[in-house]
Nanobody, 123 residues
Framework: QVQLVESGGGLVQAGGSLRLSCAAS????????MGWVRQAPGKEREFVAA????????YYADSVKGRFSISRDNAKSTVYLQMNSLKPEDTAVYYCAASTNLVTTTKSAYAYWGQGTQVTVSS
């Protein structure tokens, strides 16, 4: 089992940047693929980005491609989401999640979730 704690959320103006972090503890972090999923008020959770256990493969939702970047540091058991050129529609609670799959964009494939961190982008 793995425990996940997100940080780095906050309030930012449109066009700004934020870097989210997700620190993992428990079982070997490097054995998990990791992902970021977000949920805006009144909407379903939406896949944002995923990274394989080695960091060699990444996937992004079309809505964030070219603006967001996912990375991981297995030595620090941490996964990051660099968010640039933020838009008001990026406002959501962002969740970090872990999967035993190689890498996945499917929300239901993530077995472990953090508590989420709020990102608010003002226009």
């Amino acid at each position: 089992q793995v425990q996940l704690v997100e940080s780095g959320g906050g309030l930012v103006q449109a066009g700004g940047s934020l870097r989210l972090s997700c620190a993992a503890s428990g079982r070997t972090f490097s054995s998990y693929a990791m992902g970021w999923v977000r949920q805006a008020p009144g909407k379903e959770r939406e896949f944002v980005a995923a990274i394989s256990w080695s960091g060699g493969t990444t996937y992004y939702a079309d809505s964030v491609k070219g603006r967001f970047s996912i990375s991981r540091d297995n030595a620090k058991s941490t996964v990051y989401l660099q968010m640039n050129s933020l838009k008001p529609e990026d406002t959501a609670v962002y969740y970090c999640a872990a999967s035993t799959n190689l890498v996945t964009t499917t929300k239901s494939a993530y077995a472990y979730w953090g508590q989420g961190t709020q990102v608010t982008v003002s226009s």
